[in-house]
């Protein structure tokens, strides 16, 4: 009997303790769809063979390697920031480009693309779009960019909020 008492006890501990462990971003969740078909039109040359390449979405449109290609459809959603589908040594990723750093502190710019790295006008903190994960690289952020869900089938590139 009083080893049950322990083990109860214990297994109450255990689950108080992993309470408020999800994490959550300092980017708010705004909505997000996007559909990218990369075997038609002006997304042909969007191909996961092609390590960093990009496409940016924002309310003006889309936007290839910094380039205007395409208008925004009505029932295209950007997040909060507008989104960077980004090709990276593992094929594709997509980001919403809100700073964290600056949306934790109510400021939000859409980072910009210069290369590998997604810059943010505000407080000047760059996020390695490479590596795969949109890392910090000046230590003022503690978060990576948020990070979207992305579907590839078939070349059709659908991102949605995670």
């Known amino acids: 009997m009083r080893h049950i008492r322990i083990i109860v006890c214990l297994l109450s501990l255990f689950l108080v303790a992993c309470e408020g462990t999800t994490f959550q971003s300092s980017?708010?969740?705004?909505?997000?769809?996007?559909?990218?078909?990369?075997?038609?039109?002006?997304?042909?040359?969007?191909?996961?063979?092609?390590?960093?390449?990009?496409?940016?979405?924002?309310?003006?449109?889309?936007?290839?390697?910094?380039?205007f290609v395409l208008p925004l459809g009505a029932t295209d959603m950007y997040g909060y920031g507008g989104i960077v589908v980004y090709v990276d040594l593992f094929g594709y990723s997509a980001y919403d480009m809100a700073c964290p750093y600056c949306a934790g502190r109510g400021q939000c710019r859409s980072c910009t693309i210069d290369g590998i790295y997604a810059t943010c006008p505000e407080c000047g903190e760059k996020y390695d779009l490479a590596s795969g994960s949109a890392v910090p690289q000046n230590g003022l952020s503690h978060e990576s960019l948020r990070r979207m869900n992305l579907i590839n089938s078939d070349g059709k590139l659908t991102i949605t909020q995670r």
């Open 27 to 67: 980017v708010p969740a705004y909505p997000v769809r996007v559909v990218i078909d990369t075997k038609q039109g002006a997304f042909v040359h969007f191909q996961p063979t092609v390590t960093g390449s990009y496409i940016t979405i924002d309310r003006d449109g889309y936007y290839m390697n910094g380039s």
